[in-house]
């Protein structure tokens, strides 16, 4: 059974970092194209993407938050970590991390989701 | 990056009723398109993913279609359990996007 759990500080104060850790069960991170992404929601708003990682390392980010994001993994515990510099009130969420899956392949794409995901943990962002 | 619009951001329906929502790309995303629903307080779960393939284990009852920059959300009879929203997601290029969702309501 594949499970995501995300781990970390509930409260933080403006201009603080932010260190997220996803920990996966199920599966191996270092499994051909196996990826982890980061999703977060504002408390009453929409998904927002935030980053995801490779088994092969390769990483990509929000365009907004790009400046402010690492994303990182290490193999050996099953972990994935998010760190998001300079913490504003703006930045409360819920953030979720999920697997990438991987449905099918054609011959020139393959097709997927996220899937499944983690429960979520709220941050809130306050002095 | 690719702006998704979903419509309509709310609609009220009836257990049994015929259900569409609808995405909207700013440019193509070559059927690379996810739907995903989301209950209060819960995470969100996939339902589609490739514009139309059936995730393991979602009733059969939704299905997707669409292709280029438009694609649907169909519930063909809505169940009590599927009063949720619903936001669709590109996974063409990067950055991944989401729609601004669609709360599916009862009537």
């Known amino acids: 059974q594949v499970t995501l759990k995300e781990s970390g500080p509930v409260l933080v104060k403006p201009t603080e970092t932010l260190t997220l850790t996803c920990t996966v069960s199920?599966?191996?991170?270092?499994?051909?194209?196996?990826?982890v992404t980061w999703i977060r929601q504002p408390p009453g708003k929409a998904l927002e993407w935030l980053a995801h990682?490779?088994?092969?390392?390769?990483?990509s980010y929000s365009t907004s938050l790009k400046t402010r994001l690492s994303i990182s993994k290490d193999t050996s515990k099953s972990q994935v970590a998010l760190i998001m510099t300079d913490m504003d009130p703006a930045d409360t969420a819920t953030y979720f991390c999920?697997?990438?899956?991987?449905?099918?392949?054609?011959?020139?794409?393959?097709?997927?989701?996220?899937?499944?995901w983690g429960q979520g943990i709220l941050v809130t962002v306050s002095s | 990056d690719i702006q998704m619009t979903q419509s309509p951001s709310s609609l009220s329906a009836s257990v049994g009723d015929r259900v569409t929502i609808t995405c909207r790309a700013s440019q193509s995303v070559n059927y690379h398109l996810n739907w995903y629903q989301q209950r209060p307080g819960k995470a969100p779960k996939l339902l589609i993913f490739g514009a139309s393939s059936l995730q393991s284990g979602v009733p059969s009852r939704f299905s997707g279609s669409g292709s280029g920059t438009e694609y649907t959300l169909t519930i063909s009879s809505l169940q009590p359990e599927d009063f949720a929203t619903y936001y669709c997601q590109q996974s063409n290029s990067i950055p991944r996007t989401f729609g601004q969702g669609t709360k599916v309501e009862v009537k």
């Open positions: 199920g599966f191996s991170l270092s499994n051909l194209r196996m990826g």
């Open positions: 999920a697997r990438i899956s991987v449905g099918h392949c054609t011959d020139t794409s393959c097709y997927g989701g996220f899937d499944p």
């Open positions: 990682i490779f088994s092969d390392d390769d990483k």
